[in-house]
């Protein structure tokens, strides 16, 4: 399992009780693949929020994918601020943006919150034309 891909400690505890281990077996499964290297949910998180980052997903959509590979709200909120790479999460929604040339306005916010990028960051970057009201 670990071949195909990197996993967390809760995603192959549970793909081992799936397959008909028992839940004693997979803890101490996972438990010794921790503790030789094979799993590590910090670097797991760090590399897979950089991945994302880079294909311009914003900070909600990298903590939703961390959390449904059972990653600790600890280590996702660690590796969405390194994935910044000391720059704003503005930055990365104006990259975002420019890679994907979206010029209006309503189909740069439409873009952009389905990034996954939060919607004070959306309308610090995508100010809306006041509708004059």
Known sequence: M?????????D???????KGYQVET????VARSTELGWVNDAQLALDRAR????R???SLRIAADLEARGVATAL????VAESRG?????????????????????????LLLSR?????VVADVVPLPDSGH
């Not at 670990?2 to 809760?10: E, K, N, T």
């Not at 991945?51 to 880079?54: A, E, F, P, S």
């Not at 996702?76 to 590796?79: P, Q, Y």
Request: charged share 30%.
């Open 2 to 10: 670990l071949r195909r891909a990197p996993r967390s400690a809760a």
């Open 12 to 18: 192959l505890a549970e793909r081992l009780v799936a």
């Open 26 to 29: 997979a803890a101490k499964t």
């Open 51 to 54: 991945t994302l980052r880079r």
């Open 56 to 58: 311009g997903a914003g």
């Open 76 to 79: 996702i909120d660690a590796a």
């Open 86 to 110: 000391g720059e704003s999460e503005a930055v990365w929604a104006r990259r975002a943006l420019g890679h994907a040339r979206a010029a209006d306005p309503p189909r740069a916010w439409r």
């Open 116 to 120: 996954g990028f939060p919607e004070e």
